[in-house]
Structure formats: structure tokens, C-alpha cells
């Protein structure tokens, strides 16, 4: 019963870790782990395949008798001087000279080699890596995908809103008296439909070039967390009241809407959890004031003279 919490966590540890861009001799790799005292877990993938592997202490203990002959040390050492080759690797911080990596491709498996020293020995390793399982599949790259793209959506809707209630605001100054100060800054009323045509033809193309994932890792890594953090507080929030895990919305929202235009910092250590969700306020409301308070509005001053 024990291990079972163990890997349990372990898989909780690993869907909260963001994607790493690695690239390993002609390889170019996506990647994630998750390591504590009692073992650990690892996500690959080339953007065709994905391979996994996750071991206890006793499978760590067993791997470094088998490659390590000459070190002598508990495997909870050997997981912590896993941790500290990892991260660096995973953060794109790793020093030269510190630790070497490739990978073979063994049929359907991956091992990713590890070539380093510890306590003045060399020191290996060996990551073996078998396909995962489509529900696997799912969990960390299927489910946050979908997740991400209705925050997306979200975000785009309220953009849209947003413009709208500026082209009421900049009518209603113009219809107030005020002008351009400057012709260069005058822009057309916002039209949705006009822009999302537009975007298809002109845009798409480049916007949606996976490429081998790096603009991935680089540009959408905050909002994956916020999406998986989301995941994993509804299934405990299920687990808590024993009620049956429904899907749900997973677009972000409260402290971890911030995510969607912060700088990306992957951590390797597993985030906290967010707190409980707000449900998203409707926009009619504002749009209601904004017409209804053009009456009053004062003339401004700044761009407009």
C-alpha cells in the first residue's frame, strides 16, 4: 500500500512539471521529471512518440549496483544526485562539464544515458523508457492541450469584449467634441469577424508551426502549469468529497490567470497548488454601465484635444 502512494505522488509530482526543450546529439526531445527520495518519474518525447518511466527506490538500488559497481551509497543519494543533474538539463542551465547526455533508441524504447561523476567516481545511469500508455498520452499532453486551448478562446473573447468597450468609449468621446491630437493614432472600430479572416490567411501559417516543440516550451509553459495545477486540484477536490471525476473547465482563473502573460520560469520542484477558482464574472454588466454612463461623461484630455 505504501508504494502505491509513493507513485501516486509521483505521477501528481510529474503532470505539475513543465516541458523541457532538450537537444541531444540529432536529437530534439521534449522532456519532464519529477524526482524525490522515493524514486522517480520521466516523460519523453520527439513529437511522434512518447516514452515513460517511473521506479522506486528499490528498482534505483538494484541500476546503480548494475552500473555503478565501485559507489556504495543508499538510493535516496543516488536520486538526489539524479535531481542535480536533471535540473540544470531541464532548465537549459547546465554547466559544461558536469554531466553528459545521449539517448538510444532500443525498438520501441528510448534510454537516456547519463555520464557523470560522484564523489570522485564515475558515475552512470541509465533512464529506460518504454511507450507510454495512451491514457498517460492523455493526461500530460492531450487533456492540458485541450485545456489550454478554451483558455485561449476565453482569452481572445474577452480581448474582443474589451475592444468593444473601448470603440463605445472613443465614440462616445468623439461624440463629445474631442479629436485626434495626433492622425497616426486613429484607428477603425473593432470588427471580429474581419480580424479572425484576416488572422486565418495572414497569421495561421506561422502561429501554428509546431516546429520541434520549442516554441512550445518557450512561449506556453505558465499556461500549461496553470492548467495542470487546475487538473490536479479537481481530482483531489473528487477524491475529497468521493464524488465521481467529471471533466471540467480548465481554463484558468484567480491568481493563475497571471500566468498567461508572465515570463517563463520552469521549476523542477512541484508548485503549489492554487487556490479554490472565482467563476468568471459576465461582461454585459460593464458594457450596460458604459452606455449608460455616456450621458455623464466628462471630456478628457491627453490624446484627445
Not at 72 to 88: S, V
Not at 264 to 287: F, N, R, V, Y
Request: aromatic fraction near 6%; charge should be neutral.
Amino acid at each position: 500500500m505504501k508504494t502505491l502512494v509513493q507513485m501516486d505522488e509521483l505521477e501528481r509530482g510529474l503532470l505539475m512539471q513543465p516541458w523541457a526543450w532538450l537537444q541531444l546529439d540529432q536529437n530534439s526531445l521534449l522532456a519532464k521529471a519529477y524526482i524525490t527520495k522515493q524514486g522517480y518519474a520521466l516523460l519523453v518525447s520527439d513529437l511522434q512518440h512518447v516514452w515513460h518511466e517511473q521506479v522506486d527506490t528499490s528498482v534505483v538500488s538494484q541500476r546503480a549496483k548494475e552500473l555503478n559497481k565501485r559507489l556504495t551509497a543508499p538510493p535516496e543519494a543516488f536520486l538526489c544526485h539524479l535531481d542535480d543533474l536533471l535540473l540544470p538539463l531541464l532548465k537549459d542551465t547546465a554547466g559544461p562539464g558536469k554531466a553528459t547526455f545521449s539517448c538510444d533508441r532500443v525498438a520501441e524504447a528510448l534510454v537516456l544515458c547519463v555520464r557523470s561523476e560522484l564523489s570522485g567516481l564515475p558515475f552512470y545511469w541509465n533512464f529506460h523508457c518504454i511507450l507510454a500508455s495512451p491514457s498517460l498520452v492523455s493526461q500530460h499532453l492531450v487533456r492540458p492541450l485541450m485545456g489550454m486551448s478554451l483558455a485561449l478562446q476565453c482569452q481572445a473573447r474577452e480581448l474582443a469584449t474589451l475592444l468593444h468597450m473601448k470603440d463605445l468609449e472613443i465614440q462616445d468621446y468623439q461624440e463629445s467634441g474631442a479629436v485626434l491630437s495626433r492622425d497616426r493614432l486613429k484607428t477603425e472600430p473593432f470588427e471580429e469577424n474581419s480580424f479572425l479572416e484576416r488572422f486565418m490567411v495572414e497569421k495561421l501559417p506561422e502561429a501554428c508551426s509546431v516546429g520541434d516543440g520549442r516554441p512550445f516550451v518557450t512561449n506556453l509553459q505558465n499556461l500549461y502549469l496553470a492548467v495542470t495545477r487546475r487538473e490536479v486540484q479537481v481530482r483531489q477536490e473528487h477524491q475529497g468529497t468521493g464524488e465521481p471525476q467529471t471533466s471540467s473547465s480548465a481554463s484558468p482563473q484567480g491568481p493563475d490567470s497571471q500566468l498567461l502573460n508572465q515570463p517563463e520560469e520552469p521549476d523542477s520542484s512541484a508548485p503549489s497548488l492554487p487556490a479554490p477558482e472565482k467563476k468568471p464574472t459576465g461582461t454585459s454588466g460593464p458594457m450596460q454601465r458604459l452606455q449608460l454612463s455616456k450621458a455623464k461623461r466628462k471630456k478628457l484630455r491627453g490624446l484627445f484635444s
